[in-house]
T-cell receptor, first 111, second 113 residues
Framework: ELKVEQNPLFLSMQEGKNYTIYCNYS?????LYWYRQDPGKSLESLFV???NGAVKQEGRLMASLDTKARLSTLHITAAVHDLSATYFC???????????WGAGTKLIIKP | ETGVTQSPTHLIKTRGQQVTLRCSSQ?????VSWYQQALGQGPQFIFQ???????GRGNFPPRFSGLQFPNYSSELNVNALELDDSALYLC????????????FGSGTQLSVL
């Protein structure tokens, strides 16, 4: 059974700081996605990582995928308050089209 | 705005009742996936419908069932509601069965008392 673990589950940080969220998964997959969810809102796709070594960047966020280590990271550079949200990683299970999701990392960025 | 709409936004039911949740997919999308998100958890895959057929199913009992209509909108039906069914139910639409471009609705918050 595929398990996806995110850490930390909660992160409070100051504006301007850098930090990394980790997503580990337990079985072979080369497709991983990052989503953002604001309170009471829908899930918003951030990054689609489709191969080993994939790196994607958008603004202050950068995501990478290491399929051999079964690890993805979401790096936040010089955090700003607007990035406060819950971030989820999700691993693609080709066998029945489902995504297996981590529990989410709630990120609070203080001014 | 994603274009995926779900109704109702909130719903309160009692244990043992039945509920129907609705999802209108984004224009041009022929696939709908349903997810259950318990408070403080990540979403869990319920099933996927592609061109009106169930195309994949997660670890949910048969009392969770669905339909997809010719216009690709979808329904999620849950029979014999249990307290643990209280959750946010999300639908996501896409073109084809891949997960690379999912567009999620805002969800239906179901409370079972």
């Amino acid at each position: 059974e595929l398990k996806v673990e995110q850490n930390p589950l909660f992160l409070s940080m100051q504006e301007g700081k850098n930090y990394t969220i980790y997503c580990n998964y337990s079985t072979t997959s080369d497709r991983l996605y990052w989503y953002r969810q604001d309170p009471g809102k829908s899930l918003e796709s951030l990054f689609v990582l489709l191969s080993n070594g994939a790196v994607k960047q958008e603004g202050r966020l950068m995501a990478s995928l290491d399929t051999k280590a079964r690890l993805s990271t979401l790096h936040i550079t010089a955090a700003v308050h607007d990035l406060s949200a819950t971030y989820f990683c999700a691993v693609d299970m080709d066998s029945n089209y489902q995504l297996i999701w981590g529990a989410g990392t709630k990120l609070i960025i203080k001014p | 705005e994603t274009g995926v709409t779900q109704s109702p936004t909130h719903l309160i039911k009692t244990r043992g009742q039945q509920v129907t949740l609705r999802c209108s997919s984004q224009s041009g999308h022929n696939t709908v996936s349903w997810y259950q998100q318990a408070l403080g958890q990540g979403p869990q895959f319920i099933f996927q419908y592609y061109r009106e057929e169930e195309n994949g199913r997660g670890n949910f009992p048969p009392r969770f069932s669905g339909l997809q209509f010719p216009n690709y909108s979808s329904e999620l039906n849950v029979n014999a509601l249990e307290l643990d069914d209280s959750a946010l139910y999300l639908c996501a639409s896409s073109i084809g069965t891949g997960n690379e471009k999912l567009f999620f609705g805002s969800g239906t918050q179901l409370s079972v008392l």
